[in-house]
């Protein structure tokens, strides 16, 4: 019997098979993005997935090439006006910069597929509003996978890939362009998440804001309040991850 990692990876691969036939995938070289790019590659062919990599001043180094020989487009957006002081948060704002110019780049394919993971919802990300307006889809999230799970099932592909989430998404404030010291964005944005990468249980995360402004839905497992530009999706009954992972997929429609 294949693990439990295996099973979702299979459920992702299965969900992107009966979706798309060719898509883009926002490549990082995190764990993240470098699974769903194997999942996206193992459903459709490597001939129909491009890996987009975005070229940003604050994030200096740069992704490694993406697995399984996947071609990989470089974007550059434009974060001139967003970094002068934008009023909406800084990772919405740089979401909405990346995902803008990768939609522009890739006008040949079904979606653009992001990354997110639901263990990065529990700790909260402003940029979603920015894929949810773009209609970007977030198949982890639909698929219940975390970042445990991402992190096992890169060491068992063998992926190149790295830990760690965007330094800038707890940052209150926009950074000058070539003043980010790396550790110290990674320090600011622990503390501003209340403590260390891995002080989080996604298992007592009964209620979650979803920084996106998902329909008011209620499900078996979950409900959906919407509140504004954000919503509140309070789990109801079983594994939080599968009420999550039920709610994007009734939910978030691209």
């Known amino acids: 019997m294949p693990s439990f ?3 979702l990876f299979r459920r992702l691969k299965a969900y992107v098979e009966s979706t798309y036939e060719r898509v883009a995938v926002a490549y990082s070289g995190g764990h993240d993005s470098s699974v ?5 590659v193992k459903a459709l062919g490597r001939g129909n997935v491009v890996a987009c990599t975005a070229a940003l001043p604050y994030k200096p180094d740069p992704a490694p090439a993406p697995p399984l020989n996947v071609d990989q487009l470089l974007v550059r957006p434009d974060v001139s006006e967003v970094l002068s002081g934008p009023d909406d948060h800084p990772c919405y704002a740089c979401k909405r910069a990346i995902y803008a110019a990768i939609t522009e780049a890739v006008d040949d394919v079904d979606a653009v597929l992001d990354g997110t993971n639901v263990s990065e919802l529990a700790r909260g990300r402003p940029g979603l509003r920015a894929l949810y307006e773009l209609e970007v889809d977030v198949p982890l999230l639909k698929c219940g996978l975390g970042d445990q799970t991402t992190a096992w099932l890169a060491a068992r592909f063998g992926l190149r890939s ?5 330094s800038l998404t707890g940052l209150p404030e926009w950074p000058e362009i070539g003043e980010v010291d790396p550790g110290e964005a990674n320090a600011r944005a622990r503390r501003a998440r209340g ?3 891995g002080g989080w249980s996604l298992s007592s995360c009964l209620e979650i804001r979803v920084h996106a402004p998902l329909p008011e839905v209620r499900g078996e497992r979950f409900e959906c309040v919407r509140d504004g530009e954000e919503t509140q999706l309070v789990v109801r009954k079983g594994p939080v991850t599968e009420a999550v992972a039920e709610c994007f997929r009734r939910c978030w429609v691209v």
């Open 36 to 40: 769903l790019l194997r999942a996206a």
């Open 195 to 197: 403590g260390s990468d």
């Open 162 to 166: 790295r830990p760690g989430s965007c």
């Open 5 to 7: 990692p295996i099973r």
